[in-house]
């Protein structure tokens, strides 16, 4: 849906505001479907991300974690949660 769509933009920019913050390049995937959502490099570090919103159940709040495609572990990916509340990143 258009809401979706809106949500995953905004929540791809926080983590790309997180990154370039912490003095990498980020490069982003054009296209909405793929294993990497992001592509951040320093020097010769280069981290291959999958961008999450940090959610959690309405029933207790337990926070939902999320897991990799077999293609992104293959590819090395490291998935990013985004608290759109306090533009807070961790990875998972």
Known sequence: ???????????????????????????????????????????????LIDVKSECRRKRDGYKINRSLTPIQKILGVNILNVNVETGECTYV
């Open 1 to 47: 849906s258009r809401r979706q769509r809106q949500m995953c933009i905004r929540d791809r920019y926080i983590a790309a505001m997180w990154l370039w913050d912490q003095g990498y390049l980020v490069c982003r995937n054009m296209s909405q479907q793929g294993p990497v959502d992001l592509v951040a490099i320093k020097e010769h570090e280069v981290i």
